[in-house]
T-cell receptor, first 114, second 114 residues
Framework: KAGVTQTPRYLIKTRGQQVTLSCSPI?????VSWYQQTPGQGLQFLFE???????NKGNFPGRFSGRQFSNSRSEMNVSTLELGDSALYLC?????????????FGEGSRLTVL | AQTVTQSQPEMSVQEAETVTLSCTYD???????LFWYKQPPSRQMILVIR??????QNATENRFSVNFQKAAKSFSLKISDSQLGDAAMYFC???????????FGQGTRLTINP
């Protein structure tokens, strides 16, 4: 069974640009969550999608958005990039949403903003 | 809302010895889960062990076990017979309140000395 796949693995952008990251969950998983990991702030929850609907959202500005497609693949978008958006963006999938526990993580997309 | 605190930024242990990583948490939820995740240098987050808060029995997974003290809101991870492959960042996390949203601690970097 293939794991969680994130693309691209690495990317470099400049301030003011926008970026789209993609996440393909484990086959059969319907919940996809996104996390931002930085040395200063650690791991922070961005949002969760389940059955194409955003279920939960973290405390990030509106520049951070996402969506989920009917095949459960998810994308997140960051517009008007700032230097502070440089981070490892992790995607996690699970079978269902809610208090069910276990999430499976991808290897992440490393975004550098210059 | 939940908070998770890991007070040990770094730990080291000799190969084959036992090490305990500390974690305290705070939550107002009655139904919640606690996790230890491992993030090796390759970056993919891997679930090490999971504990349902309603279970009194401490979870164990081979060489990994937890000491769950619900009243003290403490959730430590014990690694027995440490192996070189155990070297990684270890994150304690809490999930509760019906939301598929993990709250992570700041992490403990574990070094295994041969």
């Amino acid at each position: 069974k293939a794991g969680v796949t994130q693309t691209p693995r690495y990317l470099i952008k400049t301030r003011g640009q926008q970026v789209t990251l993609s996440c393909s969950p484990i086959s059969g998983h319907r919940s996809v969550s996104w996390y931002q990991q930085t040395p200063g702030q650690g791991l922070q929850f961005l949002f969760e999608y389940f059955s194409e609907t955003q279920r939960n959202k973290g405390n990030f500005p509106g520049r951070f958005s996402g969506r989920q497609f009917s095949n459960s693949r998810s994308e997140m978008n960051v517009s008007t990039l700032e230097l502070g958006d440089s981070a490892l963006y992790l995607c996690a999938s699970s079978l269902v949403s809610g208090n069910t526990g276990e999430l499976f993580f991808g290897e992440g997309s490393r975004l550098t903003v210059l | 809302a939940q908070t998770v605190t890991q007070s040990q930024p770094e730990m080291s242990v000799q190969e084959a010895e036992t090490v305990t990583l500390s974690c305290t948490y705070d939550t107002s939820e009655s139904d919640y889960y606690l996790f230890w995740y491992k993030q090796p240098p390759s970056r993919q987050m891997i679930l090490v062990i999971r504990q349902e808060a309603y279970k009194q029995q401490n979870a164990t997974e081979n060489r990994f076990s937890v000491n769950f003290q619900k009243a003290a809101k403490s959730f430590s991870l014990k690694i027995s017979d440490s192996q070189l492959g155990d070297a990684a960042m270890y994150f304690c996390a809490c999930l509760g309140g019906g939301a598929q949203k993990l709250v992570f601690g700041q992490g403990t970097r574990l070094t295994i000395n041969p």
